[in-house]
């Protein structure tokens, strides 16, 4: 009997590109990305974040692909395997996108009512009903619910027939969508100079050093760094990978992508609404404005919409879809449920959670539903992105840099041996990426955190209960992991193995 095949894991080094870039790829990319890099000083941010990929993401993201590559296991126990006294980091790091997918699924649900609701017209349509729309207690759950149905129905397929698969369909999909739509916009006529000036040109002094600041964030936050899914992602991968090819092809398709969007928004904005360019800034942008401009190119708008929407949706399952891996890769190891059941109870309970979340954004019973002062969706993403992210990222390249032992390699704090066998010769910059994975990267992020979350409080005080309410939640994940799961088995990618073998009988 083919035992490979029975084997939970990617088929391919593609397919996990694929699918690594498909959670990379995301609302970050078509939305964030554009218009911080117009608030931030332009190009002058870029360069910035492309630095920030380089000296930071790349280097947390190999070692998270590493550390899943070479433990083959859920995240809690691949850093168990690193050192018992640290698998509450991967604890933590189930946690991370377990709150994430409960707004980010909201802002999924909205995508995908923007791209059904694209052809609609008058008082229903998409420019005039934002408001409306996100207010009403029953439709943006609705949609919530139908977004993380499509999640689970691709999940619980198991990674190559479910999330290797659909990646491969829907990423070249969406980048050949958002290649039309930004060859569109670039035809729009004479203000699209305009626009994409105002979107690029370099302006190091409106940078400043909280868009330096942004600009690092924003390079986490896109990589999906920080929170176990290129971990979980890694440890499906096999020989086949070369693992520092494969980070730079995510990276650089990721960059990609957001830097086209920007293209593609700013060349509309700049020919169809040139006023609008200054406003171009958090949910109004895609959800208000661009919708208006939509409108304003007439019949062939209806399509763009229908496109965009379409794209963005995507690219948001994508996403969605590896944060919820993570929790359903732990709780089928853990506790042997079978993958299906593993991936409805996550959904599930993602959806329950999601519901107050939902009605604490859209301002449903007059915005009764806010936690000090700030709605669920800001203060979960606050959380998550200003504070847990970093510090995940931070933990990882500590772990990989320092605390790397025996058990997950035969040469004890040796990374750069093992990087080799991965097929990553960086030749003369293997010393430099050892210095990098134990020095400079996570004291970059600390210095980058700490300074982040300063300006954070300086401009609301409120802040403290983020900041609060985040390491309360590093403390239940020190106190889960020591109370029940240092002890005990927490399971491997072997025990899917076994499952779907039996399933298959
Ligand atoms: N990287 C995604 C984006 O750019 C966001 C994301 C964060 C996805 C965390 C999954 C996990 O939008």
Redesign the pocket.
Known sequence: MAQEKKKNGFASAIGFILAAAG???????LW?FPYKVSANGGAAFVLVYIASILLIGLIAMIAEILLGKRSQANTVTAFKKIHPKIGWIGVAMIAI?FL?TCY?SVLGGWTLRYAVNSFATGDNANALSFSSFTSNAFKPVLFTFLFLALTAIIIKSGVKSGIEKASKVLMPTLFLILVAITIFCLCLGEGVTKGLNYYLNPNFAELGFDGVLAAMSQAF????LG?G?MVCYGSYTGNQMNLGKSAVMISVFDTIIALLCGLAIFSALGALDPDSLTKAQGPSLLFVILPKIFQEMGGIGTIVSFLFFAMVAI?ALT??I??VEVSAQFAIQKFKLNRIKATLTVCLVCFLLSIPVTWSVGGAFDGAISVFGFDLLTFLDEMTNTVL?PLGAMGSCIAMGWLLDKKITANPMKTLETLREEGLSLGKLEKVYVVMLKYVTPLIIFFMDIMGIITKIRVNPSYWWIIGASLFLIGLAVAVYFLFLKNTETGTNADEQIDNAKEQE
């Open positions: 959670s990379a790829v995301g609302l970050g990319n964030a996108p994430i980010y936050y896109s990589l999906s929170m899914i690219a996403s969605v590896s944060l992210m």
